[in-house]
């Protein structure tokens, strides 16, 4: 993304905050309602549905969009079917894109039955706004237009395609790297902690916040002199040449246990690392969608932990230049390349399973000015790099457990 761009549209949005807070804080409201009645296992499942979704407005009702009301209907003819519906859609446990295509099948099963002349409007846009107001601190609001211009405003890397379900993973990822640009600004948060009362809910990771800022880059800003501006800043980016870490350029440490006792921010360090590995993998889907259209492969960059989530032991498919699929590991720290790197099993396995096709990606000293990093680059087989493990695991075994115990 083109931070410069988010900059502009952030400085404007701080200075429209009245006249968009205004228009837009029936959102915090509606997340109030819904969060003060919402109860999944109710035996009176449809009236409290009914209730909680009260001051949705146009989040479920727009024009000719009625997902609400269809929603409704359906609750009240297979009560048990939605609230069990419901159920699979709240399992973190399962794939988010599964239950998301879940919840859309089984609703339009249902509705094809009940009502078959009518559209039941259950789209990825209505069941993000029912994730959304049931964990309002994990998900953001979604619209595909609103994600497609935005996209094309900032110059990200990733270009949405309707029907798409990739498009909720590169979403959900691209807010998670807004919020952490505009929970740099202290004024903003301030504007917008002022804003909330009682009738409202206080979105404390900022996940209403950062939607309404997006939504008001695209509907309020999207054709006006800021807009113009912004669009004169270039969207070229100027990547530095990689450089290529062979093994004696590598220090692996075997640190010793010292037991001391430490106060430690667990939670603060988790959320940088996070925010700083959400940026380093941005860069390298731009890095890599530069040096592939040089090449020819124009639209072969797949950002995997994105679209099929975590567990395959790397980030990033791309291309060699002989056009072979290779697998990238991004692992990015702001500060020194010296600093320590961890490199779990998965990585481990997928680096010995892959061989000279995998790469780790070393993103160091960033840049904010220009938004870049260094890159060093680690090929093949991690094993000489890996003596110790970060952590163990430890499972119990019922079956012992239960006979000691009874």
């Known amino acids: 993304m083109n931070l410069k761009k988010i900059n502009i549209f952030k400085e404007e949005y701080k200075a429209r905050f009245e006249e968009i ?21 109710s035996s009176e499942f449809v009236s409290m549905l009914e209730k909680s979704l009260d001051k949705t407005a146009n989040l479920l009702v727009s024009g000719n969009y009625w997902p ?28 988010l894109s599964e239950r998301i295509l879940n919840f859309r099948k089984t609703m339009k099963n249902i509705s094809a039955i009940n009502f078959p002349d009518k559209n039941v409007y259950q789209d990825d846009r209505a069941i993000l706004v029912y994730l959304c107001l049931i964990y ?21 890397s990733y270009k949405p395609k309707a029907g798409k379900i990739e498009n909720i993973g590169q979403y959900l990822n691209m807010c998670d790297m807004i919020r952490n640009e505009l929970e740099e600004d202290q004024e903003l948060l301030k504007l917008h902690k002022n804003r909330i009362n009682e009738d409202c809910y206080y979105d404390n990771n900022h996940t209403l ?9 695209t509907n309020h800003f999207l054709q006006t002199p800021i807009a113009d501006q ?26 010793k246990s010292d037991f001391k006792p430490r106060i430690v921010d667990w939670a603060g360090q988790q959320k940088q690392k996070h925010k700083d590995g959400a940026s380093g993998e941005a ?44 697998f990238i590991e991004v692992k990015t720290t702001k500060g020194k390349c010296s600093t320590p790197l961890y490199i779990t099993q998965k990585e481990l396995e997928r680096s010995i399973q892959e061989k000279e096709n995998y790469y780790l990606y070393r993103l ?42 009874k």
């Open 21 to 41: 807070h205004l228009q837009e804080i029936y959102k915090w409201k509606a997340f109030k309602c819904f969060q003060d009645n919402w109860d999944i296992n």
């Open 68 to 95: 609400k009301l269809m929603l409704l209907e359906t609750a009240e003819t297979n009560a048990d079917e939605v609230q069990e519906l419901f159920h699979q859609l709240v399992d973190e446990e399962m794939d």
């Open 136 to 156: 309002p601190e994990t998900y953001f609001l979604y619209k595909y237009t609103m994600f497609r211009d935005f996209v094309e405003m900032v110059d990200h």
């Open 209 to 217: 916040l950062t939607q309404d800022f997006i939504y008001a880059v």
């Open 230 to 255: 912004a669009k004169k800043i270039p969207q070229s980016f100027s990547f530095p040449k990689s450089v290529l870490i062979t093994e004696e350029n590598i220090i692996v440490t075997n640190k």
């Open 283 to 326: 860069y390298v889907i731009r890095y890599e969608t530069d040096r592939l259209k040089k090449l020819g492969f124009e639209g072969k960059v797949v950002h995997t932990s994105v679209e099929a989530g975590d567990g395959t032991g790397y980030d990033i498919e791309s291309l060699n230049e002989d056009g072979n699929v290779i």
């Open 364 to 405: 160091f000293n960033y840049d904010k000015e220009n938004d870049t990093y260094k890159i060093g680059i680690i090929n093949g087989d991690l094993t000489k790099y890996c003596q110790k493990p970060d952590n163990y695991q430890a499972s119990v075994n019922v079956n012992k457990m239960d006979k000691i115990t």
